[in-house]
């Protein structure tokens, strides 16, 4: 049944080795024709649409970055199997960047800023006090709108529903390419050129660091 098939589409797991993610979507009896796939610097694009289906969708940010030109992926008879492969070697606690990787980040960035400065004499001690620097990212992670993915996907969704193939076209290149700054349903302006990242009124584009 319809419920059934949502149900199973939502399951999802993945595994690592140094060099990649496996990304494993359990869905059995999926035509590969009805799957398609775009990697970002950061980000994963997964449409599947069965005719008389309700359409999977799942779009996250990914944890870190890879070589969207070496990824790959394959539809099995029970699984969609999808290889992300690491532009760096570090190991993904999760796998999507979600607002405590982010909080953790800064953490580790902090620690190592306080490992390079001079040590103080014995004298004096000089510790670092985590609590409040882990109060401070807290407090610059409530200004930031993290973990909006859902209402990101909601939207995209929404639009891509009602939308004509060459609409659905755009809003995949344009999401893909630009790490998700960009949705745009103009195919004749975005099929001719690489969409770059877009950031608010007021700030600029930086590339997520680790």
């Known amino acids: 049944s319809e ?3 949502i149900t199973l589409w939502n399951r999802h797991a993945f595994y690592q080795k140094p060099e990649e993610v496996v990304l494993t979507i359990f869905a059995k009896g999926i035509p590969a024709d009805t799957v398609a796939i775009d990697f970002g610097e950061q980000i994963l694009s997964v449409r599947i649409n069965v005719p008389g289906e309700t359409e999977y969708q799942f779009q996250p940010r990914l944890f870190g970055k890879i070589i ?6 394959e539809v099995l008879s029970t ?3 999808i290889r992300l492969v690491k532009a760096e070697a570090i190991n993904w606690t999760t796998l999507e960047y979600t607002k405590e990787v982010r909080a953790q980040q ?5 620690a190592g800023v306080s490992s390079q400065r001079p040590a103080y004499p ?3 001690p000089k510790g670092t006090n985590w609590d409040k620097l882990e109060a401070q990212v807290k407090e610059e992670e409530k200004g930031e709108k993290l973990d909006g993915d859902a209402a990101l996907n909601k939207m995209f969704g929404d639009i891509y529903k ?3 193939e060459d609409m659905r076209r755009a809003m995949n290149k344009s999401f893909v390419e630009s790490n998700g700054t960009v949705l745009s349903t103009n195919w004749k302006d975005v099929g001719a050129k690489k969409v770059q990242g877009s950031p608010p009124d007021g700030m600029e584009m930086k590339k997520w660091e680790y």
């Open 106 to 110: 800064k953490l580790n960035a902090l």
């Open 162 to 164: 009602n939308a004509d």
């Open 79 to 81: 699984k969609v199997e």
């Open 122 to 124: 014995s004298s004096k």
């Open 3 to 5: 419920n059934q098939t």
């Open 68 to 73: 969207p030109d070496k990824c790959r992926y």
